[in-house]
């Protein structure tokens, strides 16, 4: 796989840090939300999206963790509960993702485009994104919105593994590391994200179904939904995702 646009410092660690390795902005920028139940591989097309449309991922979960990280400043009060519900598989408050989100303004006038991933997640959060964008003079292309059968988003999530080391994802049917347990990029211990565990799961899946999913109709009304199937391989989503853009 190509290497990803940019560190993406600017959204990792907020106001004040300057993203390396961006290049030119593309010829056309793009501006993206992708929607879809957790576990539907929104970050895997993102990430493939990034390599081919240039607009970077700006996952609002990729924040936390980042900030979980990050043993070496004192996290806020209001971290420290997003973290907590986290943990749980439950939403963060509107008003702290919005913030995280709002003090990130740079990043949605970029000239790369960007490509908002886990945001928004509910109809409050996508009213604050509206706002974001008069004021800051952008229109959104499109809502690419990701759809698989419950019972696979619980295979994927449930058997997915993660390296704290370099990033990687694995999953233990579909995509084994070659030493099981063991990440093949960094030989790092692979470990499974807190909320992927079965518990969290259930609240997830059930935070979607009762506060994400009325956004459909929400840019449905908008005209700006595109409604793929997220079944198959992740190249054969991202063949359907181009198809779906026009950006063959
Ligand atoms: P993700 O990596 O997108 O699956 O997000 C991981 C977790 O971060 C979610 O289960 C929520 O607890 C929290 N989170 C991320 N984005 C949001 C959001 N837009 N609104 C509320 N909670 C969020």
């Known amino acids: 796989m190509a290497l990803r646009t ?56 990729e924040v936390f963790r980042a900030a979980k990280g990050c043993g070496d400043r004192p996290l806020s009060p209001a971290l420290q509960e997003a973290l907590a519900v986290m943990k749980s598989g439950g939403l963060v408050s509107d008003d702290t993702v919005v913030g995280i989100v709002g003090e990130r303004h740079r990043c949605l006038s970029c000239l790369h485009g960007f490509l908002l991933d886990g945001f928004p997640r509910t109809v409050e959060q996508a009213l604050a994104l509206e706002e974001m964008a008069s004021a800051l003079d952008f ?7 990701y759809e698989l059968p419950t ?40 470990t499974q994200r807190e909320d992927d565990r079965p518990e969290a799961i259930a609240v997830r ?34 063949h359907r995702t181009l198809q779906a853009l026009g950006a063959e």
């Open 151 to 190: 019972s696979e988003v619980i295979r994927r999530l449930s058997g997915r593994r993660t390296c704290k080391g370099c990033g990687r994802s694995f999953h233990v049917e579909d995509l084994p590391p070659r030493t099981s347990g063991i990440c093949d990029g960094c030989g790092t211990a692979l």
């Open 6 to 61: 940019g560190d993406r410092a600017a959204w990792l660690r907020g106001p004040g840090s300057e993203c390396t390795g961006m290049g030119e902005p593309p010829l056309r920028s793009w501006r993206l939300i992708l929607l879809g139940a957790p576990g539907t591989g929104k970050g895997t097309q993102a990430e493939l999206l990034n390599t081919r449309l240039g607009a970077c991922q700006l996952s609002t979960g």
């Open 205 to 238: 899946l059930e935070a979607y179904r009762a506060a994400t999913a009325p956004l459909v109709d929400f840019y449905q009304a908008r005209g700006l939904l595109r409604t793929i199937s997220a079944e198959g391989t992740p190249a054969e989503v991202f």
């Open 139 to 145: 229109e959104f292309d499109a809502v690419i919105n």
